[in-house]
C-alpha cells in the first residue's frame, strides 16, 4: 500500500485535515506536525477501520469511534461560537462517515483545497486558486481587520487564515521542494520487515601522541587482506574491516573538530566513538575535549587505553582520571567499556573490536536496504581530471550507479562509483563508504544526500535550497544570546542553555561552572557543556555552534580566528573580567531582565615587535597593526597566551617622531599603555571602545 498522507486520509473520510489531526493526538496518541506528515501503513489502516464502518456495525458498536464524536462535542462546547457553527457542519458530516452514511450536502468537505504558495501571495492569486469571487475573497479579509486591494501581497499566515475561511489549506512551495533529510522517508514506505542490521561506524579521538593514528594502522594491516598491495586509498576518508564475518566501517578522520564540524551542518554519522587514552599518560586536555563533544553530541563512548606494554603504564590511575569526568568504567561498577590495548604488540586489538560489535548490539543499529539511498557527504574534492569527487557514507537503502542524487545545494547523476579499496562497484548499502563521480559542484563535508526519482528533480531542488539558503543569510541568525535568552524561553525554542567556560586558569572554570549551573529553574536549565583553560578557539565556536550554546570567557579573548568563526555562525561570545558579572547577567537574561545598556566595540589589533625601555617616559612598545585601527586614549587590553593580562588605556601614539591620533592596519606604531611597563615582544595590544546602544524592551 503507498504511504497516506494526513490530508489525503482526510479527504477519504470527509474531514478536514485539521479535525483529523486533532483526533488522531487525543485519540490514538499519533503525534502529526501538519498535513502533509506520514502515517504509518497499520495506523491508517485502523483510522479507516474506526470512521469507515458499514451501516450493519453501528455507531453504539464502536465505542472508539463513539469516544472520539463525544470528545470533539465537548471540544466544540468549549469553542468560540462563530468556530462552532463552523466546526457543527464539519462534526455533522464527520458523524454520517462514522455510521457508514454519506451526506451529500456536506460533500465539498471531501474536496479539500490545497494552495501551495512562496513567502507572499497576491490577493488576485489567493482568490484564483481559491476559485472564489475577488470581492468575497476582500471582503473576507475586512473581516479579519485586513484592508488589502487586488494586487496587494498578503504573508503566509494571513493567507493560511484566509483559506481557513474557505476550507481551504495553504503551504509553503518550500515543503514540497525541500524535503528535510529526516522526513524523506515519507515518500516510500516503511516496512520494518525490510529492515537489516548495518555495520556500525566508528570515529576514533583522543589526545594528540596518545596512539589514534597507530591503532588505526594495526587494525587495517591486520584486518584487510593481504591481496591489497598496502591496504586501502586513504583520500576516501573511511574504510570497512571484517570482524567475525561482522563488518565495522572506521572513519578515517579522527579529531574532534572534524567530528564536531560535521555535527554543526546537522550530520550525525558516528554511532561509537573509540576515545584513545595513553596508559602512561593518562587524561589530557584534548581527551577532555574529546569527552565533552560525545557527550554533547550523546554517542556511545569505548576507552581504549593505549601504551600498555610501555614503561610507566597504569591503567588503574586511568580509570580513576575518567570517574572525574562522569566515566565509569564497567569493572568499577559504571557501563563505560574500557580496553587495555597496544598498538605496537596489537595485545588487545580483537578485544576492542569485539566490543565494539558487542556496543553495536545493543545498540540495534538497523538499516532498510532496499529504500531509496540517503546518507552524509565525508570528504569533497575538485580533481583536475574527473570532476567534483565526493566520498560518501551511506546510511540507509543502497546506492546504485546511474541514481540522481541531491546532495546540499548540488545534485548530479552517479557516473561511477568506487569502493574504499578504489574498485569499481555498482552499488553500495548502508553504512558502506563510496567514492562517486557526476556531481555538478563539489558539496561541503557534513551535507546530507539523498536518492530522488530523476535528475531535474534534482537540480530543482537543490536550486530551491540555494535560494533558501541564501534568504536564511539575509536574515539574523536563531542562535541563542543573552539578549533574546528571555524571549525564546518565552516562545519554548530553549529548555536547556547550552555553556562552554573558558577561564584563564582552571580554578575559575570549576568556580564559574559551578555557579552557571546553580542558576537552573524550571524554565530552563543551565549546562555546562565544556570547560578548559586558555583562549577561546576555534574549536570551541564550532561546538558552540553545534550545541547551540554560548561562550563565556573570563579573563581571557577568542582569537582572530575565533571571532571571525563566530561571526559567521551567530555565535555569542561574552567576555567577563569579574565573575559576578557573568553570573548576574545570565541570571538576568533568564529573569528577562537583561537589557545591555554599553556594547563592546573592538577597533583594532596590534602585535609587539620590539620593547623599548626609556626612564622618564616608561616602557615603549614598537607594534604592527594586525586589523582595524589603533586610536590614541582609547581602552586596550594586553593579551599574552590569550590571556589577558592588564586592561588600561593607550596613553601615547606615534608614527616616527609624531603624535598621532590613529594608525591604521598595515603600519606600525610606537605606543605606551598608561600605568603598564611589563609589555614583552609578542604580546597582543586590543583596542577597543564602550558604545552606548539603545536598551531593549523585554
Known amino acids: ?254 579529531g574532534h573538530e572534524a567530528f564536531t564540524t560535521m555535527r554543526a551542518r546537522g550530520a550525525q554519522i558516528t554511532d561509537i566513538v573509540i576515545l584513545v587514552v595513553a596508559a602512561d599518560d593518562g587524561i589530557m586536555p584534548q581527551t577532555v575535549e574529546a569527552i565533552n563533544h560525545c557527550k554533547a553530541a550523546n554517542v556511545p563512548i569505548i576507552v581504549a587505553i593505549n601504551k600498555i606494554d610501555k614503561v610507566g603504564a597504569n591503567i588503574d590511575r586511568v580509570k580513576q582520571e575518567l570517574t572525574e569526568y562522569n566515566l565509569i568504567p564497567e569493572d568499577w561498577g559504571g557501563d563505560i567499556v574500557t580496553v587495555p590495548v597496544s598498538a605496537h604488540t596489537k595485545e588487545g586489538l580483537d578485544t576492542l573490536l569485539e566490543m565494539i560489535l558487542l556496543t553495536a548490539e545493543m545498540e540495534e543499529l538497523t538499516a532498510d536496504p532496499n529504500r531509496k539511498a540517503k546518507g552524509t557527504v565525508i570528504e569533497a574534492k575538485l ?85 533558501k539558503l541564501r534568504q536564511q543569510r539575509l536574515t539574523s541568525s536563531n542562535k541563542v544570546s543573552l539578549e533574546d535568552l528571555y524571549n525564546q524561553i518565552q516562545e519554548g525554542k530553549v529548555k536547556e542553555l547550552d555553556v562552554i567556560v573558558k577561564a584563564d586558569v582552571q580554578g575559575s572554570v570549576e568556580a564559574v561552572t559551578q555557579s552557571l549551573e546553580k542558576l537552573s529553574t524550571e524554565s530552563v536549565k543551565v549546562r555546562v557543556i565544556h570547560g578548559a583553560v586558555g583562549a577561546i578557539s576555534e574549536t570551541d565556536v564550532t561546538l558552540a555552534s553545534a550545541s547551540n550554546a554560548i561562550i563565556i570567557g573570563f579573563n581571557v579573548r577568542p582569537t582572530n580566528n575565533a571571532t571571525s568563526l563566530a561571526e559567521k555562525e551567530g555565535v555569542n561570545i561574552r567576555t567577563y573580567r569579574i565573575i559576578y558579572d557573568a553570573i548576574e547577567d545570565v541570571k538576568s537574561a533568564m529573569l528577562g531582565l537583561l537589557e545591555p545598556e554599553y556594547k563592546e566595540v573592538v577597533l583594532g589589533n596590534a602585535e609587539v615587535r620590539a620593547v623599548y625601555k626609556i626612564s622618564s617616559v616608561g616602557t615603549i612598545a614598537g607594534c604592527y597593526v594586525l586589523n582595524g585601527k589603533i586610536v590614541r586614549n582609547s581602552k586596550a587590553r594586553v593579551i599574552r597566551d590569550g590571556i589577558v593580562v592588564f586592561e588600561s588605556e593607550i596613553s601615547s601614539l606615534k608614527r616616527f617622531k609624531d603624535d598621532v591620533k590613529e594608525v591604521a592596519s598595515g603600519y606600525e606604531c610606537g605606543l605606551s599603555i598608561e600605568k603598564f611597563n611589563d609589555l614583552k615582544e609578542g604580546d597582543m595590544i586590543e583596542v577597543f571602545i564602550m558604545e552606548e546602544v539603545k536598551r531593549k524592551n523585554l
Do not use: C, W
Open 1 to 254: 500500500m503507498a504511504k497516506t498522507r494526513v490530508y489525503e486520509l482526510a479527504k477519504e473520510l470527509n474531514i478536514t485535515s485539521r479535525e483529523l489531526i486533532d483526533i488522531l493526538s487525543s485519540e490514538f496518541d499519533i503525534k502529526v506536525k501538519n498535513h502533509m506528515s506520514v502515517l504509518d501503513e497499520e495506523d491508517a489502516e485502523l483510522i479507516k477501520e474506526i470512521f469507515v464502518e458499514n451501516e450493519s456495525n453501528g455507531k453504539e458498536n464502536n465505542s472508539i469511534a463513539k469516544s472520539i464524536i463525544d470528545e470533539y462535542e465537548e471540544e466544540l462546547d468549549n469553542s468560540v461560537k462563530i468556530k462552532n457553527k463552523k466546526k457543527n457542519s464539519k462534526k455533522n458530516n464527520f458523524k454520517s462517515k462514522s455510521n457508514g452514511k454519506e451526506n451529500n450536502n456536506e460533500s465539498t468537505l471531501a474536496e479539500e483545497i490545497i494552495i501551495e504558495m512562496e513567502d507572499t501571495i497576491t490577493v488576485k492569486e489567493l482568490s484564483d486558486k481559491l476559485k472564489k469571487p475577488i470581492t468575497e475573497v476582500i471582503k473576507q479579509l475586512m473581516f479579519m481587520g485586513v484592508m488589502a486591494a487586488i494586487n496587494q501581497e498578503l504573508d503566509f499566515n494571513t493567507a493560511e487564515k484566509l483559506a481557513e475561511k474557505f476550507d481551504a489549506l495553504v503551504i509553503k512551495k518550500e515543503e514540497s521542494l525541500l524535503v528535510d533529510n529526516d522526513d524523506e522517508d515519507n515518500e516510500e514506505d516503511i516496512n520494518e520487515e525490510n529492515y537489516e542490521k548495518r555495520p556500525p561506524v566508528v570515529t576514533v579521538m583522543g589526545h594528540v601522541d596518545h596512539g589514534k593514528t597507530s591503532i588505526l594502522d594495526a587494525i587495517k594491516k591486520s584486518k584487510v587482506t593481504a591481496t591489497e598491495a598496502g591496504g586501502i586509498t586513504q583520500h576516501i576518508g573511511a574504510y570497512t574491516v571484517e570482524v567475525n564475518n561482522e563488518k565495522i566501517t572506521f572513519l578515517d578522520t579522527p
Open 383 to 467: 580533481d583536475k581530471g574527473r570532476g567534483p569527487v565526493a566520498s560518501l557514507l551511506v546510511q540507509n537503502g543502497t546506492l546504485r550507479v546511474g541514481d540522481s542524487i541531491l546532495v546540499g545545494t548540488t545534485y548530479g547523476r552517479i557516473r561511477a562509483m568506487f569502493d574504499d579499496k578504489g574498485h569499481n562497484i555498482s552499488s553500495a548499502g548502508p553504512s558502506i563508504p563510496v567514492e562517486i563521480l557526476g556531481l555538478s559542484e563539489v558539496p561541503d563535508a557534513g551535507d546530507r544526500f539523498n536518492v530522488v526519482k530523476d535528475e531535474k528533480t534534482a537540480r530543482n531542488m537543490a536550486e530551491a535550497r540555494k535560494e
